[in-house]
């Protein structure tokens, strides 16, 4: 499957508190009518005409919409970022609403979500943080992904307190263990033993 990611803050309107009641996300430009009905140059003139985009705007605007129609599929993982929260959701379809495809209401186009989790930003995997803070609306992630792999990526690699612990402190404590291990203390031999057995399922 592929992950996607979503940020819901739109000119100072957060969207998330009915995302989360009413399972679903919304993304596009008003008064350009159902994407699925929309070739890709097709969608590309309603944009310009209706929107008045720069070409810059109007290539991100083409490449963002199609994204959210066409390249996110049922099943697949979205990520939205909601600020100092994160959320997690299963994708549904895509679809449109006519009432709400307007300047006011602006949530015509829309997708259905199943939320499994929500946590602070801070929680996440640096790779995820990376992954949420590149440039746009709406973006995939790089690469295929599986259940596991995501899950990994909602937590921080665990901590091995960075710049005081290295693989020379770590072979020392090891050579000490071993000398422990043929001291004439049994006890003492035993602690180490069970010390070494733990460090060798890491």
Same mark, same amino acid.
């Given at each position: 499957?592929?992950?996607?990611?979503?940020?819901?803050?739109?000119?100072?309107?957060?969207?998330?508190?009915?995302?989360?009641?009413?399972?679903?996300?919304?993304?596009?430009?008003?008064?350009?009518?159902?994407?699925?009905?929309?070739?890709?140059?097709?969608?590309?003139?309603?944009?310009?005409e209706a929107n008045h985009l720069e070409e810059q705007e109007l290539e991100r605007g083409l490449e963002e919409h199609s994204v959210f129609a066409h390249a996110m599929q049922d099943g697949d993982y979205l990520i939205v970022d909601a600020g100092e929260r994160i959320h997690l959701g299963d994708l549904g379809d895509y679809y449109y609403i006519d009432l709400f495809d307007n300047a006011e209401d602006n949530s015509g186009h829309?997708?259905?979500?199943?939320?499994?989790?929500?946590? +602070?930003?801070?929680?996440?995997?640096?790779?995820?943080?990376?992954?949420?803070? $590149?440039?746009?609306?709406?973006?995939?992630?790089?690469?295929?992904?599986?259940? $596991? +792999?995501?899950?990994?990526?909602?937590?921080?690699?665990?901590?091995?307190?960075?710049?005081?612990?290295?693989?020379?402190?770590?072979?020392?404590a090891i050579d000490i263990l071993k000398t422990a291990m043929r001291s004439e203390d049994a006890d003492r031999r035993e602690r180490a033993a069970i010390a070494i057995l733990q460090a060798a399922r890491i």
């Open positions: 499957m592929h992950l996607f990611r979503l940020k819901v803050n739109d000119a100072g309107m957060n969207r998330m508190p009915t995302f989360l009641e009413d399972n679903y996300v919304c993304f596009g430009l008003p008064g350009i009518g159902d994407l699925n009905q929309l070739s890709k140059t097709e969608l590309r003139d309603k944009l310009a829309r997708r259905g979500v199943t939320w499994l989790n929500s946590l +602070q930003r801070e929680d996440l995997h640096p790779e995820l943080l990376a992954f949420l803070s $590149e440039e746009g609306g709406i973006g995939k992630f790089g690469r295929p992904v599986t259940q $596991e +792999q995501v899950e990994s990526m909602l937590s921080k690699p665990k901590a091995t307190g960075p710049g005081l612990i290295d693989e020379a402190m770590i072979q020392e």
